[in-house]
């Protein structure tokens, strides 16, 4: 009989902050029993996916796979776990587990893909378990910047795993439990054979603070405020949602949410029974009544989203409201690396308006939902696990919390996206490395990112393009080329019209090629689009793409 | 006679960080003498600018009133405020003139677009003057991240102003004279009408620190390396690379310095003689004998730049050097904001390399170049001007500025790009508003911002792009359309190539329209866009660009 092993591969989420996906395997080599542990979404940018919908894991492995797949569990609600699940769901067709609040967010995400509401079931907190083929799987309470966040706690015949999700330490998380030190004692108390662990926040050098430290300050901002104020942070950052409330109630303003997330968000909570007191809110109709230094509006758009209520609100009027001179504009947020210019295109268009920004430069109005480095090494020491596997960051996240792991004495892989570790030993070990990409996406159709269709947008986007429609009649006379340009200088060093210039160049080219050429619609091709670049290049400086279409008449 | 006046205008820089230019005019209205202060350039980005080369002031207004013009002054030789020069002089064609060091880089600019070194004069340190017209123009050393930085000293009719350029106010700059406290009293000591006055960090609430107080974090940081290591800061920060370069002598390492602008900067410090120890330099090939633990590399690409030697080393061999597991990376420098993905990309290449990467998050390699808000305070105290002038700086950061001069008892305006301030009178007035622009170099070619080029390219990146060929022939039978598509999928809902569908879908709109219409090509562009589009939606949920060729034949 073959050995059975356990091993470990992350399909998203290792190697980049975003997209997390994992898979645990047990089983003899090649008919391992499999669970998926989060499938979520990362954001496209213009660098290197521009006009992309949304990026989602690679998970062609799974789906030559399905049939061993036994379950699909979510540790929370963020995007970056669980917005692929209504986009992949129908091509693995396992069930799905998630507690209250997260299985009431993916219940949402599958109807709007047109899947129904029983394909999840809500599974409660830790000592409740699932069971999963050859494994055992139990919710353990852990904070973070969502409610009902979990850890997975994977039993499985080779020992227990303790895979993290995204946590932090918070004693005071405002929404929910506090941080259960002796829980997780108790939980590690048998052994773990590996604590998967977030690796976000390793790089920052201090212990994170609590949710409820930045209370003091909200309120000192509510009350000292004049105006109108407007606080922007994740609609799913349900606890931070209540300190603003909380702290505008207590200076005596009503409570508007503008953002269909933000609706959305308070909704779930309050169904999944996570927020009980939400105080003072009202509709933006009530508002209207309602004198400005009495209003506080909790807005989406904390990442400078274009169309989100804070990128609205920045440009004028919105839903009734307009804010001016006097008023306050909170960022109770960071920005995610890579969203700098649109969240400042933002606060620059609060300033031209007069209003008061108050930026993410600050910390006392935000607080990261990630264990940072010291808060990492606590965690390893209360887990005491065989092994460390650093999960969820860039590659030198991975890889300094690898090294952290090492000189606490504990074994430890930088395993990255495709990597499949063999975690049934005494240490891990990378056995495999499979080929993953990503998935776009795009419009309606999902796009493997290996396809050319978005290289040929960034090429276009950085040299413009152009249409050449080659005509060659069959006797090879009347030979001509008639171009299109788009996205370029209409003239360049020649003062003509580009499009005459190379109308005029290609053309010569074609009429001094050789029969033998013109009659094969490659090479006619290829010197076509060599031909309009050089030419291209001569008189406005620029290489543009060249698409070439041949008409061959009588 | 018309009353003579003071007019100060920003044609770039203000709205902005980076792009700086400046003009003052002093003179009866419309017929003012004028000044131009840098012309700097700032730098495109994916989002808004893909493809375009460098981003220049529009200076239409100076181009109309070139006959006004009595010189342009440099305060320093950043690329903000000197890169548009050898772009944009032969269409001002003044007197330029700038401090030493400064105006070799002028001169190497000019030189790349053909142009002479005597178009530029090198001028002494105040108490030195230049009479431009009705202006005296003197350059004040002041403290920033380039050598000879200068501020200046403009005496009008009007009284005289104080342009700081970029500043700091740093005690132990490393490379230059000390700010000089005194001799700045000195100057403002017979009255300065307005203090115009850079913005970049007013929302920086601590007091700024001075270049020398890095120099014991990086001496230990080249000790204490055990393998080579490579350091990144801009070029031109000729204090900082000899910070680096001093304290990798001391630790027993040979210089390398890696990247044009690297030696073309430390080649333009030397001639000027700002620089004159810098110890240890080797070329690349001598330093293929000294043993890895014994080498600085200081390389170019501090802020991700694709082409960089960051970049290249960042990727594998770069001119005879590999970095490794034991070596050392230090970003000696802040990212600006927008250039993240790009660093960050960096970083976690070197990360994969098992390179120590040191990035910019910590604060101990590396102190900004300019005033931050207690500084700016001390300087208004110290110039104690009639006026404020916030310049170089987004609105957010003029606006703070223009308040923080205001609760000091001073007149203070926020005046952005195109806004013509009086400053003749008691408080400034902005008398005008024009209309400025951009100026994108696309290629070898200068366009105009307002152009659709960049924008039909944004809109292929996002969209894709469909051509269309259409056939009409001149009896109104034989109607057809054939497309060609370019970054969008292959295959949609039907399942049948897009091309095809496309080519159906028009062909049938076409065949049934009317024969007026037909004979209009302007109707028929719009039918088949419409149409092109609303197919597109249907078959792969985007509306791409369409582009309609019409061929009308017999």
Same mark, same amino acid.
């Given at each position: ?31 391992? =029993? ?20 949304? /990026?989602?894991? $690679? ?47 993916? =219940? ?6 047109? /899947? ?49 999700? $995204? ?9 929910? $439990? ?157 920005? *995610? ?22 930026? $993410? ?58 990597? #499949? ?12 490395? *499979? ?68 109308? =005029? ?11 033998? #050429? ?9 010197? #076509?689009?060599?031909?309009? =670049? ?5 008189? /406005? ?6 698409? #070439? ?6």
């Amino acid at each position: 009989m073959a050995k059975e092993r356990l091993i470990y591969l992350p399909l998203g989420g290792a190697g980049e902050v975003g997209m997390n996906c994992y898979v645990y395997g047990y089983g003899p080599e090649g008919r391992e =029993r499999l669970i998926v542990v989060d499938l979520g979404v990362t954001f496209p940018d213009m660098d290197t996916t521009p006009g992309v919908g949304l /990026i989602l894991p $690679d998970i062609e492995w799974l789906v030559e796979r399905r049939d061993r797949i036994e379950a699909i569990f979510f540790t929370h609600a963020h995007e970056d776990h669980i917005g692929a699940l209504g986009h992949l769901w129908e091509s693995l067709r396992a069930p799905v587990h998630a507690r209250a609040f997260t299985a009431g967010i993916g =219940r949402i995400k599958l109807e709007e893909c047109g /899947i129904g509401p029983e394909t999840v079931t809500t599974v409660s907190a830790w000592p409740e378990t699932v069971r999963a083929g050859p494994f055992d799987v139990g919710m353990l309470p852990v904070s973070h910047s969502i409610p009902e966040s979990s850890a997975l706690v994977i039993d499985t015949p080779a020992g227990r795993i303790l895979h993290t999700g $995204d946590f932090k330490l918070d004693a005071t998380p405002v929404v929910g $439990d506090p941080f259960d030190r002796s829980l997780w004692k108790e939980v590690a108390a048998s052994g773990v054979r590996a604590l998967v662990c977030d690796s976000t926040n390793v790089l920052s050098p201090n212990p994170g603070r609590s949710e409820a430290s930045i209370v003091r300050e909200v309120e000192d901002l509510m009350s000292v405020s004049k105006g109108m104020v407007a606080a922007t942070t994740f609609a799913s950052n349900i606890a931070r949602l209540k300190t603003l409330a909380e702290a505008g109630h207590k200076a005596g303003r009503s409570v508007v949410l503008l953002g269909r997330a933000m609706r959305r968000m308070v909704g779930a909570a309050k169904a999944a029974g996570v927020l009980e007191r939400f105080p003072g809110v009202v509709a933006p109709e009530v508002a209207e009544d309602i004198p400005r230094e009495h209003l506080l509006l909790l807005v989406t758009g904390s990442q400078g989203e274009r169309r989100a209520a804070s990128a609205k609100l920045s440009q004028g009027r919105y839903l009734g409201f307009e804010l001016k001179e006097g008023d306050t504009f909170l960022f109770s947020s960071k920005t *995610i690396p890579g969203n700098e210019r649109d969240v400042i295109r933002i606060m620059n268009r609060f300033s031209e308006r007069g209003v008061e920004v108050i930026g $993410d430069a600050t910390d006392n109005y935000h607080v990261s939902g990630h264990a940072n480095r010291p808060d990492l090494e606590e965690m390893h020491a209360l887990v005491d696990p065989e092994m460390v596997i650093p999960m969820h960051g860039e590659h030198r996240m991975l890889s300094s919390h690898a090294r952290l792991a090492e000189r606490g004495g504990r074994s430890a892989v930088v395993a990255t996206n495709g990597a #499949v570790v063999d975690i049934s030993g005494s240490s891990p070990e990378v056995i495999e490395r *499979i080929e993953v990409g990503r998935t776009y996406l795009d419009g309606s159709v999902l796009v493997d990112s290996q396809a050319f269709i978005v290289r040929d947008r960034i090429r276009m986007a950085l040299n413009g393009h152009v249409y050449v429609d080659v005509r060659i009649g069959n006797d090879g006379e009347k030979v001509g080329a008639w171009s299109e340009t788009r996205g370029l200088a209409g003239t360049g060093r020649s003062g003509e019209p580009l499009d005459k210039v190379l109308d =005029r160049a290609l053309t010569r080219v074609l009429v001094r090629e050789k029969q033998r #050429v013109l009659a094969d619609d490659e090479a006619v091709d290829t010197l #076509v689009r060599s031909a309009a =670049r050089k030419t291209a290049m001569a008189e /406005i400086g620029k290489k543009p793409e060249v698409t #070439v279409a041949i008409d061959r008449d009588g």
